[in-house]
């Protein structure tokens, strides 16, 4: 009689099944429908192949599209099927690494011949030939001796360099085959390369074996891929309006920013538009901050080589820290984060429960090292302004002060228009200090919090950094897509090492809780995701320019320079238009830069004592008395509202 095992699903049913099946045949027990439309299988908490045996018993979900996970293995195998594809029309090609990626994947390759457009065509033809002859994808186990074996006999420098990184004892190695192409690969994949429908390869560019600009420059390609046409054409429309809204051409286009390589990489240059805007983000920021209970502080941008020693960032961070400085004989380094130097300020003197909880607040200029190959406009830069705080609580106060900063967080984010937000909750990486007690502890006050607020929130297995876990808040965009933006992060490490304390209601020593906390992320970068969230058409709060004058004809240039000065007395940022040109040329060219509103001023509104007004992207709001447009401008600005179209 053959031995039994028992599959728990996640609807709680519990039924039992031979040793060895298959998830595949599970779910074809169930309905074909399901083992169709089935990709990949949990076992136990883990990701498999449909195809590997199951031999103990298992609680199981079969992962579909629409999951997360689901979406990473379609991706996964179409990165392999794309290198099948390379490798069929370019048999000299060698290959790097080809994983999922957020929205679809890539894959480094090393051949003679530089890709254009037509070679991406090319590539995805084959690609969908290679997907219709239907092969699956078949796992084989390997000791390290003979996929090295292996691959030597392929000529591929690359894999044979990540095997040689591989601990003998301790690492299983596998290789998955896919018709006649085999790659080196830790899975898990599709059961079969036929389910892979409809792709698109987006872009092709260089990148270097490793991200290490030292190494031998090779090519990627991204690409998509989806199970269904609508799909595809859904996200291409997605990608076209994303063009449109990208924060590079707008910048450019509203004269916001600009980046100069020849002056340094990833360092922002804020023009005197979005300057406005950055004053008008960091004034609500402070004034928010100082109305919830915060201090402001400004602290140093370089510090001395034992605070980043004492910290950690040494041992943990280097990599991701500028080159030290020599500075009378002794190491300084500028400042990758703030947090050191609230501690230095926290430790200036002794520190009384009845001081508890601080709330120390900074918007900090901090330098990280970032290859550049990963520098995007604002997104990703190597200077940038934090708007960093830190919380010193005791023990009893670490709930409620989590509880206040998530809603501190929430309405701060509301404000600027993002009404969509998703929690999550990141455990203990691989590399992090500090006792196990401790780090279940600190989860387990962030979950307590999370569940007081009735916020639904997923697990971040291993997202947490190396001091403590946190809580991070990611928005959707106008477009759907998800941005992480607020993180609360947990922190008994540094308390611990710069031998913090305070003294108790019982006269002793005690060490605070230590809460780092960051709502917009980055100045920088959180003004790239505005430009994007609103293509550059702001709203009227946050807008460089909220209103333009514009006479019908120079010879009522007075009367509209008497209209403009009234709204900049108001405080209303006024520009006056004093261009001779055509009223028609001046209206579209205004549309062009976004500005929310256009005060049109002739003959008729000044007999009237009166002006006509125009909105963006609506038209002709009719005839206004000065003092009441001015009325309505400051109650829209005051209120901060967004208003859509």
């Not at 420098?157 to 601990?167: F, G, H, T, V």
């Not at 707008?250 to 805007?277: C, M, N, T």
């Amino acid at each position: 009689m053959n031995e039994k095992i028992k599959i728990k699903f996640p609807d709680g049913a519990v039924r039992e099944f031979e040793k060895g099946i298959t998830p595949l045949q599970i779910a074809k027990s169930i309905s074909e429908r399901l083992a169709g439309d089935t990709l990949a299988v949990k076992v136990n908490g883990v990701v498999k192949d449909l195809h590997r045996p199951l031999n103990e018993d298992s609680e199981i979900r079969f992962l579909l599209f629409d999951d997360e996970e689901g979406k990473e293995v379609y991706w996964h195998s179409s990165s392999h099927l794309m290198a099948h594809a390379i490798k069929s029309l370019f048999p000299e090609a060698k290959f790097g690494v080809g994983p999922a990626i957020e929205n679809g994947f890539y894959y480094d390759f090393d051949i003679n011949k530089k890709l254009d457009e037509e070679d991406l065509l090319k590539i995805e033809e084959k690609m969908e030939a290679i997907a219709k002859e239907d092969n699956s994808f078949l796992r084989t186990e390997l000791s390290k001796n003979s996929a090295i074996d292996f691959f030597r006999k392929q000529d591929d420098q690359y894999k044979l360099e990540i095997l040689s990184e591989l601990d003998d004892n301790n690492e299983v190695i596998s290789i998955y085959k896919e018709g006649d192409f085999t790659d080196l690969c830790t899975g898990p994949h599709l059961p079969s390369a036929g389910k892979i429908k409809y792709v698109k390869l987006l872009s092709v560019s260089g990148s270097y074996w490793r991200g290490d600009e030292k190494n031998k420059q090779m090519q990627r390609i991204y690409g998509i891929s989806f199970p269904k046409k609508k799909m595809l054409d859904d996200y291409i429309l997605m990608l076209e309006e994303a063009k449109r809204r990208d924060h590079r051409k707008l910048g450019k286009q509203l004269d916001l920013f600009s980046v100069h390589e020849e002056a340094g990489a990833g360092l922002i240059y804020w023009h005197p538009k979005g300057a406005r805007i950055r004053v008008e983000i960091e004034n609500f920021w402070r004034n928010a901050h100082l109305e919830n209970g915060y201090e402001i502080l400004y602290s140093p941008h370089m510090g001395k080589s034992w605070l980043w020693e004492t910290s950690g960032h040494l041992d943990f961070y280097k990599d991701s820290m500028y080159a030290g400085m020599k500075i009378d004989e002794q190491d300084y380094y500028i400042k990758p984060m703030n947090c050191p130097f609230h501690i230095m300020i926290y430790k200036s003197h002794l520190r009384s429960y009845r001081d508890l909880p601080l709330r120390w607040a900074e918007l900090g200029t901090v330098y990280r090292y970032e290859k550049s190959g990963v520098l995007h406009g604002l997104l990703r830069v190597r200077g940038f302004t934090q708007d960093d705080a830190h919380i010193f609580c005791t023990n009893e106060q670490i709930e409620n002060e989590i509880r206040r900063t998530l809603n501190f967080a929430r309405m701060i984010l509301g404000t600027f228009g993002f009404d969509q937000m998703n929690f999550y909750l990141a455990t203990k990486p691989e590399e992090s200090v500090g006792a196990v007690e401790l780090w279940d502890k600190a989860v387990l006050s962030l979950k307590k919090a999370l569940d007081a607020e009735n916020l639904k929130y997923e697990i971040d297995e291993g997202g947490g950094a190396f001091y403590g876990p946190k809580i991070d808040i990611k928005i959707k965009d106008a477009l759907g897509r998800e941005w992480q933006l607020s993180t609360i992060q947990f922190d008994f490490n540094l308390p611990e090492r710069f031998d913090l304390h305070y003294i108790g209601e019982d006269g002793k020593e005690h060490r605070p809780f230590m809460v780092h906390r960051a709502l917009l992320g980055s100045i920088e970068r959180f003004f790239g995701i505005l430009i994007e969230h609103y293509a550059g058409d702001f709203p009227l709060w946050l807008a460089p320019v909220q209103a333009v004058v514009i006479p019908v004809s120079q010879n009522f240039s007075q009367y509209a320079e008497m209209i403009h000065q009234q709204l900049v007395s108001e405080g209303i940022r006024s520009h006056f238009d004093q261009r001779n040109e055509k009223i028609g040329y001046k209206i579209r060219d205004w549309e062009t830069h976004k500005v929310p509103y256009m005060i049109i001023v002739g003959e008729k509104e000044k007999s009237a004592n009166s002006i006509s007004v125009r909105q963006h992207r609506k038209g002709d709001l009719g005839s206004f008395q000065t003092g009441e447009f001015i009325t309505k401008l400051k109650s829209e600005i005051e209120n901060k509202l967004i208003l859509t179209t």
